[in-house]
């Protein structure tokens, strides 16, 4: 690839990084409230559970499977470049074509739901005293700071960071790094009951009225079987 090549790429990359993430702002602003809904019935959960409950099926693909996949995505491709690398077999084109679709995606997609939990979520509950305790701080936050390697990563792909192809490797690397961990942080403290930490729980119990259902009482009646000594045979 040429220098003019590389150039028109990295500008092109920035280009749609920079559109992409503005439209994910707008959008995280114009959409509904994602964070409420109706959800599981009569559990304490912190509000990272809460978030992947309601709206079924859709906040989990969006909150939780979309991210991961992501993120997977990038990791595999990372092994199988070094891999590669290592072996003085270079990947194959579409590996890393596929890597760098899925950097570029990372960024938007996490400043939407930055935005959205941000605005939606952090703000009120930290305003109102809504949280449900350490787990319940540890696990929302950890899942936002996830957002920032993911943020990175992008950033990276459009040329904006690292010196070098191999300082941008190395960084690569770490940033996918740091986001597993944090995301399962986030994840390990997210399906802890709030109260084990010592949270409260009071406002975490979500409950499904789904109306008294009366109890159906079967009278069958008692049946009195009076059988009289059979009488001895007289002699």
């Known amino acids: 690839m040429t220098t003019n090549e590389s150039s028109s790429l990295a500008r092109g990359s920035l280009a749609f990084l920079g ?9 995280a602003l114009a959409v509904p409230d ?9 559990m304490a959960m912190t509000h990272y559970m809460e978030l992947l409950a309601v709206r079924q099926p859709w906040n989990l693909l969006l909150f ?7 993120a997977e995505t990038l990791a595999i491709t990372e092994l199988v470049m070094l891999l590669g690398r ?4 270079p990947a194959a084109p579409w590996v890393a074509r596929l890597s760098r679709a899925a950097g570029l995606l990372a960024g938007p997609v996490w400043v939407f ?11 009120p509950l930290t305003m109102n005293g809504g949280w449900r305790g350490p787990a319940d701080v540890i696990a929302v936050l950890s899942y936002l700071v996830g957002g920032l390697p993911m943020l990175v990563i ?6 904006v960071l690292g010196r070098s192809s191999e300082n941008r490797l190395r960084m690569h690397v770490a940033m996918v790094a740091a986001f597993l961990v944090v995301a399962h942080v986030a994840m390990i403290f997210g399906m802890v009951d709030p109260a084990v930490l010592g949270g409260d729980t ?16 079967h009278d069958m009646g008692s049946m009195n079987h009076n059988m009289s000594p059979s009488s001895q045979p007289t002699r």
Do not use: F, Q
């Not at 559109?19 to 959008?27: C, M, N, P, T, W």
């Not at 290592?86 to 077999?89: A, E, K, M, T, V």
């Not at 935005?115 to 952090?122: C, F, G, I, K, R």
């Open 19 to 27: 559109i992409a993430s503005v439209a994910a702002v707008g959008l």
């Open 34 to 42: 994602l964070t409420a809904g109706s959800g599981m019935a009569g």
């Open 64 to 70: 939780m499977a979309l991210p991961v996949i992501l």
């Open 86 to 89: 290592r072996n003085d077999r």
């Open 113 to 123: 739901i930055g935005t959205h939990l941000m605005v939606h979520a952090v703000v």
């Open 154 to 159: 992008s950033l990276l792909e459009a040329g």
């Open 202 to 217: 009071s406002s975490s119990v979500m409950t499904h009225d789904m109306g008294g259902m009366s109890g159906m009482n």
